[in-house]
């Protein structure tokens, strides 16, 4: 017996793209990185940062961690603070990061691997630390879920669709900005489209925090 019944699934697929199609500080770390790391490939670690940061997210409403979140005031609130904090660390990171760094660079195999361990952590962190996307979760999630049939295999194939869509999603924003990078031509250019996503990052932060509790 499949996890979910087709229809509903294709529906939760639909709804799926919807959710990670929406503009948020998710694509804004995809592009960003792109821009830093030399292109759409650059962006690669971020994504499946993303990914397993969303994981984390549907495993949390998984087991009923997501609605004790959702409920208490002060675990909802450090969860939502520590992500506006870590938002509004990287909008100052990219305000104050020099223009050179959007241009690609031949990095060494060590200098590369402790980036892209550290570009996995951005995007875990991103998503992790969403209390929206918790509260989310837990409004869309039960609508597609059958009470009868074993919820471990529907919650699988609901945080295997969401990490499909998110990485192809993702993976299209950082295409965008990587074309985006092919048209710099001057240290001023690039220096406003750093300070663009510095502003983005801050204005993602804004959002996060006016954030409440359904």
């Not at 199609?21 to 994504?47: D, E, K, N, Y």
């Not at 750093?194 to 996060?208: D, E, H, S, Y």
């Amino acid at each position: 017996m499949p996890a979910m019944d087709f229809h509903v699934w294709l529906t939760f697929f639909a709804a799926a793209w919807a959710i990670s199609l929406s503009p948020g500080a998710a694509a804004v770390a995809a592009m960003s990185a792109a821009l830093q790391h030399g292109g759409a490939r650059g962006a690669v670690p971020l994504t499946a940062g993303l990914v397993a940061g969303l994981w984390t997210q549907v495993a949390i409403v998984g087991a009923g961690l997501g609605a004790l979140i959702a409920a208490s005031a002060v675990a909802f609130q450090t969860v939502q603070w520590a992500g506006v904090a870590y938002l509004l660390w990287l909008g100052v990171q990219q305000w104050r990061a020099p223009a050179a760094s959007l241009m690609p660079a031949a990095d060494s195999a060590s200098t590369a691997s402790g980036m892209g361990r550290r570009l996995f952590g951005r995007g875990f962190a991103v998503n992790a630390l969403n209390p929206k996307g918790t509260v989310f979760l837990l409004a869309v999630v039960p609508q597609f879920l059958d009470a009868g049939a074993p919820l471990a295999a529907q919650y699988l194939a609901i945080g295997a669709t969401l990490g499909i869509t998110e990485a192809a999603i993702m993976t299209g924003y950082a295409g965008l900005a990587a074309r985006l990078l092919r048209r710099l031509r001057s240290p001023r250019q690039v220096r406003a489209v750093q300070r663009t996503f510095g502003t983005l990052f801050v204005a993602a932060a804004a959002l996060l925090a006016g954030v409440r509790r359904g």
